[in-house]
C-alpha cells in the first residue's frame, strides 16, 4: 500500500549511497544524508509531534511553572509595563496587557518545545522508535519508517518509557533546586553562587546526557543502570564536542523560532510554525544522532568488533592445538592426555541488538 501522499509507505526504499564514492568529513556527510533524506525527516517531524503531542503538552505546562518558579515577578502586568516603556506602539484596538500576554504564552510554548527537544520531557517508547530509524540514517543505512518504528517502539517499550519518568522527575528536580536557591531570601552569600554553579553544571550534563541515553538503548543489550553510566561517561569524555551539540541544539529549537516569533510579523510567525512542523525536531534528532553515533561507534561498537575477531581467532586456533594433543597423546599412550584449559571467549562484554 502507498500511504498516504507516501507518508506511510514503508515498502519504498530510498536513494542510497554509492560504495565508490569518497569519504567526507563529519558535516559535509551530515548534510549529505539531511539531503538525501530530508522529505524522509519532514515525514518523521510531523510523527513525533503527532505522537509526542501528549509529552509537548506536559512541555509546555512545565515550561511555564518553571518560568514561574525562577522568575517570579515575570508577570503579565510587569511585562505589560516593560512593553509600554519601550515607547513601542500597538495598533489601534490593541492592549499592552492583551499583547504582553500573547508575548508570554509564546515563551512558554517555546521552552515547552525545548525541553521536547533536548529530550528532557518526552514520550520515551516515541523517541525510542524514531531514534532507531535516524541511528541507521547516521550511519547511512536504510530504515522503513512506519515499520521500523513500530518494532523498536514496541521491542524499547518498558525501558524507554522508565528512562522517559526518569528524565522528567530528574529535570523537574534540577530546575526546581535551580529557582529555589535563586530566590531564596536566606542569606547564603557566595555558598549561593556555588550551589547555582554546581546546579548548572549538573543540568548541562544531564542535558547531554540525554543525547546518549536512547541510541545506546536501540543499539546494544544494555540495562538502565549501564545505559546511564556510559552516557555519563560520554559526556564528560566527549564535553567539547557535547556543548558545540547542546548549543546548536538550543538554536534549532529554541534560538530559530524566538527570532521568528519576536521579529512580530505575520510571515514570520507563519514561517515559524511551518518551522516546528516540518523541521525542528527532525533535523535535530537526525544532528544528534549523527554526532553522538560516531562516539558511540568508536568506543563501544569497534571494541565489541575487536573482541568478536578476538573470539574467532581463538576458536580457529583451538582446532589445531586438539589435534597437536591428540597427535602427542597417541605417540605417548601410557600418559594420560591433558584437558585444555583454556578455552576460547565466548563471551562480549556488550550484547549489540
Known amino acids: 500500500m502507498a500511504g498516504i501522499f ?25 548534510f549529505a544524508v539531511l ?9 518523521i517531524n510531523l510523527m513525533y509531534i503527532l505522537f ?19 522568575f517570579p515577578g515575570m508577570t503579565i502586568e510587569a511585562i505589560a509595563k516593560l512593553l509600554e516603556s519601550t515607547g513601542i506602539v ?8 492583551e499583547y504582553a500576554a500573547s508575548q508570554l504564552v509564546i515563551i512558554y510554548i517555546i521552552l515547552g518545545f525545548l525541553l521536547t527537544g533536548l529530550s528532557l520531557i518526552i514520550t520515551g517508547p516515541v523517541h525510542a522508535g524514531f531514534t532507531y530509524i ?24 518498558k525501558q524507554s518509557l522508565l528512562s522517559g519518568l526518569i528524565s522528567f522527575i530528574v529535570t523537574v528536580v534540577i530546575l526546581f533546586n535551580f529557582a529555589f ?4 531570601e536566606i542569606n547564603l552569600g557566595i555558598f549561593r553562587t556555588l550551589l547555582l554553579s554546581i546546579i548548572t553544571i549538573i543540568l548541562l550534563i544531564w542535558s547531554i546526557m540525554q543525547m546518549y541515553v536512547y541510541p545506546m538503548m536501540v543499539t546494544f543489550q544494555l540495562t538502565l543502570k ?6 555519563l561517561l560520554f559526556s564528560i569524555m566527549r564535553l567539547p564536542v557535547n556543548v558545540a551539540l547542546l548549543i546548536v541544539s538550543i538554536l534549532l529549537v529554541f534560538g530559530i523560532p ?41 568506543y563501544m561498537i569497534q571494541k565489541i568488533k575487536a573482541a568478536e575477531e578476538m573470539n574467532e581467532e581463538d576458536a580457529a586456533e583451538s582446532p589445531a592445538d586438539e589435534q597437536a594433543s591428540q597427535t602427542e597423546s597417541d605417540s605417548e599412550e601410557d600418559q594420560p592426555a591433558k584437558e585444555d584449559e583454556n578455552g576460547p571467549l565466548t563471551e562480549v562484554p556488550v550484547g549489540a541488538k
Request: proline share 3%; hydrophobic share 50%; aromatic share 20%.
Open 6 to 30: 507516501g507518508f506511510f509507505d514503508y515498502t519504498k526504499e530510498g536513494k542510497g549511497v554509492y560504495p565508490d564514492e569518497p569519504p567526507k568529513g563529519p558535516i559535509a556527510t551530515f
Open 35 to 43: 539531503g538525501r533524506k530530508f522529505w524522509k525527516i519532514v515525514q
Open 52 to 70: 509526542s503531542l501528549v509529552s509537548v503538552i506536559v512541555s509546555i505546562l512545565a515550561a511555564s511553572l518553571m518560568l514561574n518558579w525562577i
Open 90 to 97: 500597538l495598533t489601534e484596538g490593541h492592549a499592552f496587557v
Open 134 to 157: 535516524l541511528r541507521n540514517y547516521s550511519r547511512e543505512e536504510h530504515a522503513f519508517i512506519w515499520m521500523d518504528f513500530k518494532e523498536h517502539l514496541a521491542k524499547n517499550f
Open 181 to 184: 536557591y535563586l530566590n531564596t
Open 226 to 231: 549501564q545505559i546511564y553510566k556510559n552516557s
Open 258 to 298: 524566538l527570532i521568528l516569533f519576536m521579529i512580530g510579523t505575520n510571515i514570520t510567525f507563519f514561517i515559524a510554525i511551518v518551522y516546528y512542523l516540518f523541521l525542528a525536531f527532525g533535523v535535530n534528532l537526525l544532528m544528534t544522532n549523527f554526532f553522538v553515533y560516531r562516539g558511540i561507534d568508536k
